[in-house]
């Protein structure tokens, strides 16, 4: 699709290695039996390549460790929080911001104070996190994506899309008094890391402006979104990833941000807004539940490590690499038949566990079964974004209501795997596909009601 994609090797040299194991498949069959074949309750050191998230889990530069050593830790004024402050006016634009530790807190901060019981906070896709944090606080969860982001197979450049017409529909029926706020996730994590074009953006914020409700973009991965942008959309190949950044947040009132994923730290994240009164708010609540707000829940050196960062992802080589070797990986799979969301995202590839194990019905979660056999034929962990993650108990039936899609994430950290090690993934899930038929279901035994995918637990099923 990105005929012009330059390819680019790593725009890095490695200077420091950690070494990883493979246990014999009997280790491993036993590693995840006793794990309740949930790989989130495996330990890191029993995992041979490890693709369950691109969050917090980049390596850092030279640089940023070299930030971070020497910046001063202080509880209030720290230097470090000044240097976010200027990278983040720089590239985001916005007039204030509160540090946090990581994503969820900023929004749990953002829902707390904006969210009643009743109301409904519409999004093109809410990621897990958010939409927790938006029941937590009474709130509903709207997903209102443009119809094509649940065809795997459609290959379209801005598959992360809001559906506009939907939004305004539901804003009417609703009434405005009733959205406190839209969201817009930058890429679209829970539908294939797909992109939102800028003209996208632009609508939303149009829409939101009309009726009066203040626009936050959660902007996780804003800059491989940028770098889509600069490849596909008409009129931005020749601005930088900055410019196009700070275009997209001139649209919308706030953002919330996680820096484990394009701040490429291990922990940190920030909330931002230009209003006021909000600010206020974030800022004393912040204050009780994150830490003062120069620090923000973080040491200050992350704050520091996270300033740095902040440029390196906005950096147009890396960008270029990183796309590239996401390409690379799913181009493997591609040819190797395995059925992948196309086009690919921006910081994973995913399966369509659905197409991959048509035989396994969503009752027995076909995403987490291949998540399961992956790790016990190979060693490598994924995570299933499916029925387990997404799937629903029914209120008043009691009935379970699968996820539209059964995916399987791919992700890929940032600057940690070189293309050898996702050729290895990439042959060994080609090898699972093609004794598909022999992978059994699971049966879901325990999961608690929220996020209950982190420690849920599971049985062969017979
Ligand atoms: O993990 P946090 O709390 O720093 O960030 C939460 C979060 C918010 N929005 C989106 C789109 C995310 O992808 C996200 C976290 N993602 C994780 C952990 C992931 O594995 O994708």
């Excluded at 995992?47 to 917090?56: K, M, P």
């Excluded at 974004?385 to 992700?411: Q, Y």
Aim: hydrophobic share 40%; glycine share 8%; with cysteine.
């Amino acid at each position: 699709m990105d005929e012009m994609l330059p390819s680019l090797p790593e725009p890095f040299r490695i200077k420091m290695v950690e070494r990883i194991r493979l246990h014999p498949r009997e280790v491993r069959e036993k590693l995840i039996r006793e794990a309740g074949y949930n790989v989130f309750m495996l330990r890191a050191e029993d995992v041979f390549i490890d693709l369950l998230t691109d969050s917090g889990t980049s390596a850092m530069s030279d640089e940023q460790w070299a930030g971070m050593i020497k910046t001063r830790q202080a509880y209030a004024g720290s230097e470090s929080f000044y240097s976010l402050e200027k990278a983040i006016k720089d590239i985001f634009g916005f007039k204030y911001f509160v540090p946090v530790h990581q994503g969820r807190a900023a929004e749990n901060i953002l829902f707390s104070t904006m969210v009643s019981p009743g109301c409904y906070v519409p999004n093109n896709m809410h990621f897990d996190t958010t939409e927790a944090n938006v029941l937590l606080r009474g709130g509903i969860p709207v997903n209102l994506v443009v119809e094509e982001a649940y065809d795997t197979q459609k290959d379209l450049p801005f598959k992360g899309n809001m559906d506009v017409e939907k939004l305004e529909r539901f804003i009417k029926e609703k009434t405005p008094e009733k959205i406190p706020l839209i969201m817009l996730t930058i890429t679209n994590n829970s539908a294939g890391g797909q992109p939102v074009s800028m003209q996208n953006i632009r609508e939303v914020s149009e829409i939101a402006r009309k009726y009066g409700i203040p626009f936050f973009i959660d902007a996780c991965r804003f800059a491989e979104n940028c770098y889509f942008i600069k490849m596909r959309e008409e009129g931005y190949r020749n601005k930088s990833i900055k410019e196009i950044a700070r275009e997209i947040f001139s649209y919308a009132d706030g953002c919330t941000f996680s820096g484990k994923k394009e701040a490429l730290t291990n922990i940190g994240g920030f909330l931002c807004t230009n209003i006021e009164e909000l600010y206020e708010k974030f800022r004393n609540l912040a204050i009780i539940i994150e830490g003062f707000i120069t620090y923000g829940g973080l040491a200050c050196r992350e704050l520091e490590a996270m300033a740095i960062g902040l440029y390196e992802a906005i950096d147009e080589e890396y960008q270029a690499y990183r796309h590239r070797q996401v390409e690379y990986f799913a181009s493997l799979l591609r040819d190797g038949g395995v059925p992948i969301v196309e086009p690919p995202g921006g910081h994973a590839v995913y399966i369509d566990a659905k197409k991959f194990l048509p035989h396994i019905p969503p009752e027995q979660f076909p995403g987490q079964a291949l998540v399961i056999q992956l790790y016990i034929e190979a060693g490598v962990r994924a995570v299933e974004l499916g029925s387990s993650c997404f799937g629903k108990i029914d209120d008043t039936t009691g009935k379970f209501v699968p996820a539209r899609m059964e995916l399987v994430r791919l992700s890929i950290p940032r600057r940690v795997y070189t293309d050898n090690h996702l050729k290895y993934v990439a042959e060994s899930l080609i090898r699972l596909y093609q004794k598909r038929d022999q992978i059994k279901g699971l049966k879901r035994v325990y999961a608690p009601k929220l996020l209950g995918h982190f420690t849920a637990r599971f049985e062969p099923v017979n």
